[in-house]
């Protein structure tokens, strides 16, 4: 697609339920990455893709949230019994990652999650 | 670890007017990104600034990179009213890294 895309673009859901976030990077990007962005803040990363394999989960909280990408493209942020501190923008980028420079990101609209 | 700050954190201004937004760094780096996001929008990359001195300019926004000093500016010449935004900068931390340590955005107020 011309752009990263992410779905739902909103999430409301009650603590304890189990919540998965999408995102389809831009067509050729190797590298993608999760980041999220609580009110009045930066973007913190969480996780970095080059290709299927999770290069970098160092910035996920706890295990509790846990990502997929199985075929090299589309990711899956997954996050088990969600807490109300969990509330944020999750926010999808990517990027043309080759070798040790991966480039700007480019940076879909991000998913809106509300725990109730 | 990374610290990046900006200030102002808000900043009004009219129309006309000329302002600097300030990013300091805590840890050498190699790159520096300017964004700016508009209100339940996601992040639109300004600059990507890579060496000392660099300096970029995108109609009324320049932003300049001090690698010696670990400080970028973004200035805004004759601001308007479509200016209105929140602006980060963001620090690479290394050579070929991945991860982006956001400051906490400049929210740029323009009016008429």
């Known amino acids: 697609g011309a752009g990263v895309s992410q779905t739902p673009s909103n999430k409301v859901t009650e603590k304890g339920k189990y919540v998965e976030l999408r995102c389809d990077p831009i067509s050729g990007h190797t590298a993608l990455y999760w980041y999220r962005q609580s009110l009045g803040q930066g973007p913190e990363f969480l996780i970095y893709f080059q290709g299927t394999g999770a290069a970098d989960d160092s910035g996920l909280p706890n295990d509790r949230f846990f990502a997929v990408r199985p075929e090299g493209s589309v990711s899956t942020l997954k996050i088990q019994r969600t807490e109300r501190g969990d509330s944020a923008v999750y926010l999808c980028a990517s990027s043309i990652g080759t070798g040790a420079t991966t480039g700007e990101l480019f940076f879909g609209e991000g998913s809106r999650l509300t725990v109730l | ?112």
């Open chain 2, 1 to 112: 670890e990374l610290k990046v700050e900006q200030n102002p954190l808000f900043l009004s201004m009219q129309e006309g007017k000329n302002y600097t937004i300030y990013c300091n760094y805590s840890t050498t780096s190699d790159r520096l990104y300017w964004y700016r996001q508009d209100p339940g929008k996601s992040l639109e990359s300004l600059f990507v600034l890579l060496s000392n001195g660099a300096v970029k300019q995108e109609g009324r926004l320049m932003a300049s990179l001090d690698t010696k000093a670990r400080l970028s500016t973004l200035h805004i010449t004759a601001a308007v009213h479509d200016l209105s935004a929140t602006y980060f900068c963001a620090v690479e931390s290394g050579a070929g890294s991945y991860q982006l340590t956001f400051g906490k955005g400049t929210k740029l107020s323009v009016i008429p």
